[in-house]
DNA sequence: TAAATGTTGTTATAACAACAACAACAAGTG
DNA sequence: CACTTGTTGTTGTTGTTATAACAACATTTA
């Protein structure tokens, strides 16, 4: 668990991301190891230098972290980790709470000149922010969705919301291979192996490209190795050169079985 | 919302509870207000120093909570506040779980002399933590609890939990006053309204004592203001002190309707 | 078209705050 | 008296804030 350096060094991290300094979190972990320890046995099992210690303690009784009997020598229990981690993380996760609300009402009334935003290319790096921002971009789409890409990068990032498309909404994909049921609305369409490594836009994982009511393009274009990254626009240049690529794919593309 | 400068400051603290430096919050507020902002616009809108702006920037896009467009000059959007807010929560939570696995593993082979626990008298600081231990002695007891307190505290700590105890605990609470049903197993005493206020151990909301066992004692001695305090011991000595105390008082006590 | 001006992006430096680390001393205890 | 405990002050380190300066680029002006 902890007993390896990189574990320690991950759990002291961690402690100090909810709010507790380098001292703080070795003082209570050694707590956690002895039961009415002094504040130089503290010194002694921590390593924090024992000057250092008795303030340390005082902060950590403030934040109900440890709990201490005025005899002399003074000696200091800790609260159990569950109740120790809860309590930090519930300070947190309240004002986060609360910011998450005061940051919404600004949110919410944006101003200014809607600038850029439709000729705009954004870069979105990281799997799991492009995922994310292909969801919100599927959820909104109130015409059409065409794709081209992987089928495990589709599996993990459009297939599962197309159950949550509205009914009038037309979906072409098309892909280097398919397996599953398909509603009636849902056209897919194979590359023949030879084409998937020929061209740019090849069919490994880490490429593909979504467009949604042929207003809204997302590109992957991330290396072979290393976060994904994808570009997105609204730009109309950006738009159609995607389509006219996106109309040739699928005159040479084959129906799914 | 954020409009008052308390609260404003509010969202900044809980922003850097959640990581972000004071630049790094401000910077992504003012990007929540303008979309597609260059780092000039960022720097009028937020106050951060025009040159401070670019690496602040630069952070927020490596914590995906800031996308970018490689324009000339370049421009910005802010992941909406759920998601931002999200993901900054998401890193603190994962790393409070591996602590918390971490920390009860280290707690769980505590070692050492259990010096000083049954001998000490511990100091408990706040009406929650307070509750939090009464909670857990009356959940561990396995013969008697005997209370001495007012009815609003009880109802608070104590009460709640008796739903819980086993059926051969023996439980007598002396109190100011009574309201609703108790368990056959539960005897209610009341003290006469003359004695509340001449005591040491009054009858109001701040004074109490619990005795788990007769083997752990806790007892209220907070101020009549301020935050809640309460000792604890297991110490013989302090228990039987308080178990005659307890004695006497019942004698005076009469029966709850 | 060239020069002047303004904007953008980057880097370096100084100041500040908080924490870590250490030294020293007084008070208390055995 | 020697040792332990508790407290305080100082120094060093680190990261952030705040500012100055400069180069490169873009736009405007003559």
Redesign the pocket.
């Given at each position: 668990m902890a007993d390896s350096p990189e574990n320690f060094a991950d759990t002291i991290e961690s402690l100090?991301s909810l709010g507790l300094?380098?001292?703080?979190?070795l003082v209570y972990i050694a707590l956690l190891k002895v039961e009415g320890a002094?504040?130089?046995e503290i010194h002694e099992i921590s390593g924090?230098?024992?000057?250092?210690?008795?303030?340390?303690l005082?902060r950590l009784v403030q934040k109900s972290l440890v709990t201490v009997s005025h005899?002399?020598?003074?000696r200091y229990n800790a609260a159990p980790p569950d109740e120790g981690i809860e309590r930090l993380l519930r300070d947190i996760r309240e004002g986060a709470d609360r910011a998450r609300e005061a940051l919404i009402a600004i949110y919410e009334k944006r101003s200014g000149p809607d600038r850029g935003s439709q000729e705009l290319i954004w870069s979105i790096h990281g799997d799991e922010n492009i995922r994310t921002r292909i969801a919100d971009l599927a959820l909104h789409a109130t015409e059409s969705i065409v794709a081209v890409s992987s089928f495990p990068f589709l599996k993990r990032s459009l297939l599962p919301l197309l159950e949550k498309t509205g009914p009038d909404m037309s979906v072409v994909i098309i892909t280097d291979h398919w397996e599953g049921k398909t509603r009636d609305s849902v056209t897919v369409r194979l590359l023949p192996a030879a084409i998937h490594n020929a061209k740019p836009l090849s069919m490994r994982d880490t490429a593909g490209m979504f467009i949604f009511d042929q207003k809204k393009a997302l590109v992957l274009m991330g290396p072979e190795k290393g976060p994904l990254t994808a570009l997105y626009s609204e730009s109309p240049g950006f738009i159609s050169f995607f389509l006219r690529y996106f109309t040739f794919i699928e005159e040479i593309a084959g129906d799914a079985p």
């Open positions: 100090k300094t380098k001292y703080e979190a002094s504040a130089t924090v230098p024992r000057a250092s210690v008795y303030p340390v005082d005899s002399t020598p003074r």
